[in-house]
């Protein structure tokens, strides 16, 4: 198994590496297009459907820094924020369309995909700055751990990037139109629900780690990484 650095930056072909980027954006568009709108409650817990399936993403995220290096992991986070920002355009162009007479699901579509600016707005954002967050420190983690306890950088890295995400979303989404003693109940609540869904599924993040590392001989080390997020440099 190859250990790499970016001094080499070696040019390489990955058999999976195009699977796992377009499995990253296919979670991260379904989780904000299909999940967002509805909200489930499960006993006494009231959450947002989406919260089941976003951090998934994390999970992609973590996987392909750990494997691939924090360059790579930027261009597919790079990727994923320009299919939101495509999603967002398109359901406004689409809604904004006037509706045939005949048809009578334009209240319907609006209830589905009718985000206002301002949410697209913060979920753009959000995304955007915790899933650059995630990388940098797992990516940081693992050199300092020698890639030792791959644990407690997946974890350890959703703690701080789903911090991130969610004290950029709500605020940002909700303050001045929810209370704000709402705002952050629902912050914190979905936060703990997030990071622990990603803690219990960490044995198969392990399973798809160890998979990928084998088939791709790659265990990368980021100890030379420009860490800047405004480039595609891999």
Known sequence: MATTTAAATPKRVYRYYD???????????????I?????CRIGPVTFGAGVLFFPISYVFGDVLTE???YARARRVVWAGFGALLFASLMSWVVLAFPPSPEWHEQA?????FGGTPRIALASLVAYWAGEFCNSYVLARMKVLSGGRHLWTRTIGSTVVGEAVDSLVFYPLAFLGTWPTAVVFKVLLSN????VGWEAAITPLTYKLVNFLKRA??????DRHTDFNPFTLKA
């Not at 319907?108 to 589905?112: D, K, L, R």
């Not at 936060?191 to 997030?194: N, V």
């Not at 791709?216 to 080390?221: A, C, H, I, Q, V």
């Open 19 to 33: 699977f796992v980027m377009a499995a990253f954006v296919t979670v991260l568009l379904c989780a904000n297009l």
């Open 35 to 39: 999940g967002a709108s509805k909200v």
């Open 67 to 69: 494997v691939y290096g």
């Open 108 to 112: 319907a579509f609006e209830t589905v």
């Open 191 to 194: 936060y703990l629900l997030k």
């Open 216 to 221: 791709e001989r790659e265990d990368y080390f």
